[in-house]
């Protein structure tokens, strides 16, 4: 077989490229999104309460009132009242009923003419709810009836009339008697009075 010897020779050096066109720009990226607003912080502790101011000086003590036009001393020492002491009345008949707790105000002349409060139990004490509390009674003035009539409620009890010494019971007007039945008048008694259904007075009968 022949041999074929091929020679390769080295071209010629292209020339440079031309240079490529500038890039079109980029489009412009989206904005992002606002962030979520945070919490409000807590609130601080409150703050320690400030120190008390020292207490104002005590004013001087006033001038001591004059005494009032009905001469009673200024000197209340033993007074004690709560809230405005108001007197509205110097009439016993404008008091109502008295209640547990009401107190009576009284000049003691025998203590320098001190006003001084007393409960009104205390002038109550010992008063009498009847008359026959009392073991001798007597009367401040005329014993008025009015309608009513004096009797007893004892059993057969009698109504006596005693006059002192060589007094007398002095009847002021007329008398009159009860009118028993001539057919059941009274058993006959020394020094005794009554009358029958016929206006027959009998007495001293015995």
Known sequence: ?????VTLEKGTKGDTGAQGDTGAQ??????????????????GDTGNTGLTGDQGVKGDTGNTGEAGSDGVSPTTSNVAATGALMISSTSLSDIGTPASGDRVLIQDI??????????????TTGTLSNISEDG???????????????????????????????????????????????????????????????????????
């Open 26 to 43: 980029g489009i412009q990226g989206i904005q992002g999104i606002q962030g979520v607003q945070g919490d409000q912080g807590v609130q």
């Open 1 to 5: 077989m022949a041999k074929v010897t």
């Open 110 to 123: 025998d203590a320098s003419n001190q006003v001084k409060f007393v409960p009104f139990s205390d002038f």
């Open 136 to 206: 001798s009674p007597q009367l401040g003035a005329n014993l008025d009836v009015q309608a009513r009539s004096l009797f007893t409620s004892t059993n057969n009890g009698d109504i006596q009339f005693t006059p002192n010494g060589t007094g007398s019971v002095n009847l002021d007007g007329t008398v009159k008697f009860k009118r028993f039945a001539a057919s059941s008048a009274p058993d006959p008694f020394a020094g005794g009075m009554y009358a029958d259904d016929n206006d027959i007075l009998y007495f001293g009968v015995s």
